[in-house]
């Protein structure tokens, strides 16, 4: 499915190509400092993580749920971090804030960004975020039949 008003703020927070990577870094940061404040909760799971690592982990982690958006495939990937998460003792609840806090670091860093861009970002990434909610109380993916 096609998105043009996310697709374009992705790639201007993202960049394309060899300056991807470091081109979205303050908008990660953005991210976590929106999310630790938003809950001690958060905070305290994230105590003992490596920050450095997880900003790469988390750039990865949001290409694997624009993919996901995209294409309507769900990847190995996707599935492994859901699998991942749910033994990870995250209450399903901040998922919700995780998209709250994601939304709005990208409307804070995007310069073109208005409400209906804040909108298609949510659009984009809820079917990924609610697959991780289905699978974070069941015992294999919901996407795998009865």
Not at 35 to 60: C, G, H, I, K, W
Not at 110 to 123: C, G, K, M, N, V
Request: hydrophobic share 40%; glycine share 4%.
């Amino acid at each position: 499915m096609r998105d043009d008003v996310f697709e374009a703020s992705y790639q201007r927070l993202f960049g394309t190509g060899i300056q991807a990577a470091s081109s979205s870094d303050a908008l990660i940061q953005d991210f976590y400092r929106r999310f630790f404040a938003a809950s001690p909760e958060v905070a305290r799971a994230f105590r003992d993580t490596d920050m450095a690592r997880q900003v790469s982990v988390l750039r990865s982690s949001l290409h694997d749920l624009v993919n996901f958006h995209l294409t309507g495939i769900l990847g190995h990937r996707l599935r492994h971090m859901a699998e991942r998460h749910r033994h990870m003792d995250f209450p399903v609840e901040l998922y919700d804030l995780w998209l709250d806090c994601i939304v709005e670091a990208a409307a804070a860093r995007d310069p073109e960004a208005d409400a209906f861009t804040s909108y298609h970002w949510r659009l984009a990434l809820l079917p990924g975020v609610t697959y991780m909610k289905l699978w974070h109380d069941s015992e294999r993916s919901p996407l795998d039949g009865p």
